[in-house]
């Protein structure tokens, strides 16, 4: 439940840094799969920029997800995470998309409700599972 918060506060952050104030053509996209052990984050951006730069604006936004998750853009992320979440619930092929999560993965991401979830959590669990940068790979 955290980490889909996480992937979902990430997904804003990086969406806000790098398409809203950098005005590149940009679509990142963070998704977040559960799996037996913890589950996968997956970061996909689309730029005509250098990838050294991008990746480094990337590692500089976590770091600031590290340090400190913003109360009012965690509140935004739980509105607009349950109007999505309500939205894909009155349609019935995503209703059954959700019931053949539950039988092969034991759940699905619309069982993840997020208005519980507290800043230090969040921050807990970006500290925890988040990449840190240390030059290149």
């Not at 809203?20 to 005509?48: M, N, R």
């Not at 069982?111 to 500290?127: C, K, N, P, Q, S």
Request: proline content about 3%.
């Amino acid at each position: 439940r955290v980490l889909f918060a996480l992937s979902q506060y990430l997904n804003a952050a990086l969406f806000n840094e790098l398409r809203d104030k950098d005005g590149d053509a940009y679509s990142p996209q963070v998704t977040y799969e559960p799996d037996a052990y913890s589950g996968i984050f997956t970061i996909e951006i689309l730029s005509s920029k250098r990838p050294q730069q991008i990746e480094k604006r990337v590692f500089d936004i976590i770091d600031r997800v590290k340090a400190d998750i913003e109360t009012r853009e965690l509140g935004r992320m739980r509105d607009l995470s349950e109007l999505k979440r309500r939205k894909m619930l009155s349609d019935n092929g995503e209703i059954l998309d959700r019931i053949v999560d539950r039988v092969i993965q034991g759940a699905s991401m619309t069982d993840f409700a997020l208005d519980g979830i507290t800043r230090e959590e969040m921050v807990a669990a970006a500290v925890r599972y988040l990449p840190s940068h240390h030059h290149a790979y």
